[in-house]
């Protein structure tokens, strides 16, 4: 059962943007602390930024200012705004819970190309 739908990825050029959307099921979102992680090439998947239930936001310190998480509980979507993208956010993309008891499988993440 597929838990975690993400897309709006592409090739864009630098100081270009991008509106990334996550579907989760309802298990996964429901309350939970969601979160966008991305994976560059070659290195690990890291935490982005996270949206708790209550909209309190977290944002890694390279992306503060450019990037938006947010959420619509009536869709179980969570979504990452992206501005003045530059050639280090390439990645792949993914989104789930922070909570381990909430996490789904890792979904297929969607890419994201920043050429400079």
């Known amino acids: 059962q597929v838990q975690l739908v993400e897309s709006g990825g592409g090739l864009v050029q630098a100081g270009g943007s991008l509106r990334l959307s996550c579907a989760a099921s309802?298990?996964?979102?429901?309350?939970?602390?969601m979160g966008w992680f991305r994976q560059p090439p070659g290195k690990q998947r890291e935490l982005v930024a996270t949206?708790?239930?209550?909209?309190?936001?977290y944002y890694i310190d390279s992306v503060k200012g450019r990037f938006t998480i947010s959420r619509d509980a009536a869709k179980n979507t969570v979504y990452l705004q992206m501005n003045s993208l530059k050639p280090e956010d390439t990645g792949v993309y993914y989104c789930?819970?922070?909570?381990?008891?909430?996490?789904?499988?890792w979904g297929q993440g969607t890419q994201v190309t920043v050429s400079s």
């Open positions: 309802a298990r996964v979102f429901a309350g939970a602390t």
């Open positions: 789930n819970a922070i909570p381990l008891t909430q996490r789904g499988p």
């Open positions: 949206i708790s239930s209550s909209s309190f936001t």
